[in-house]
């Protein structure tokens, strides 16, 4: 099998021609057709020669691969399904925005989480995404020269796949990379706290943290997370760091009737949240099948929100995007 030039770091790439007897100006025009002009294929590669091209390719592939399906909705929210081998496949979301263009990308293919409202993690694990498979899904897109920001919200944990994550990120992050700020790529993640620190002492990315319930003993009922990590240890690790300035933490926190929408429920989070730095984006949650809650009605989502803000933590209604096409937060399943 041929090793994939995708996700490999700029250096890297300088190397691989280095080794295959080119010169180290090759790896960089590499990088630059692969991370600045976002090539799929060899063809568009039109300043590396065709004798340095098929050396490359013997031992040598892109990585890159065509999604394999794509939905559109309604809001002009783009769904696209890749195949990232052994019958399992990945989607990510492009979210359009006024001047933005976001992509919730996947890093796993199913998740270990488990977490009883998300159908990502109702469907088990099937295996980590190389830094590869991650960032074909920068390039590999119609969108992919229109893209401004970057969520790693989309199928799988980040921090439980923090090698190729990280890998990834740096190439998006690197001068002779893709060259984009920290500031337009958020991580998501539901609190893997001994990865989150390494990920927070490397990284100015923003962060979003997966909280859906102040109470420890209900949060347990519905994220299996809350044992392994309790959410008081990830709040007291987002603490020891300054999100001030540059870098920003928010709490997600999706909404269901009767499970944590009352006055307990915000006055618990207002406590938990006090004197920290951070936002509450409040999301709509989206029916899926054999699950028993239903969304929290509109207007007990404005109270909640109102009781946050007038004590002190920012909270905003996140617009729902892609509900129709099964894009939404907790809807991706990865099927064909």
Known sequence: ???????????????????????????????????????????????????????????????????????????????????????RCVESVVIPDEDRKTLCVSSQAGCKMGCRFCMTGRQGWHGNLDAADILNQFISIPEASELTNAVFMGMGEPLDNYEAVDRAIRILTAENGFGWSPKRITLSTIGVVPVLKRFLDEHRCHLAVSLHNPFPEERLDMMPVQKAWPLEEVINLIRQYDFSGQRRVSFEYTMFAGWNDDKRHADALIRLL???????????????????????????????????????????IRASRGEDILAACGMLAGQR
């Open 274 to 316: 006090g004197g920290l730095e951070c936002r509450v984006n409040l999301i709509r949650f989206h029916k899926i099948p054999d699950f028993p809650y239903e969304c929290a009605p509109a207007v007990r989502m404005e109270e909640f929100k109102n009781r946050l803000n007038n004590h002190g933590v920012i909270c905003t």
């Open 1 to 87: 099998m041929k090793t994939k030039l995708l996700g490999k770091t700029p250096d890297e790439l300088v190397a691989v021609a280095s080794g295959c007897g080119l010169k180290p100006f090759v790896g960089r025009q590499l990088a630059e057709w692969l991370y600045v002009k976002r090539a799929a294929d060899w063809s568009r590669m039109g300043n590396i020669s065709n004798a340095a091209k098929t050396r490359l390719q013997e031992e040598y592939e892109l990585g890159t691969s065509a999604p394999v399906g794509s939905a559109l909705s309604s809001d002009g929210t783009a769904k696209y399904l890749f195949d990232v081998g052994e019958g």
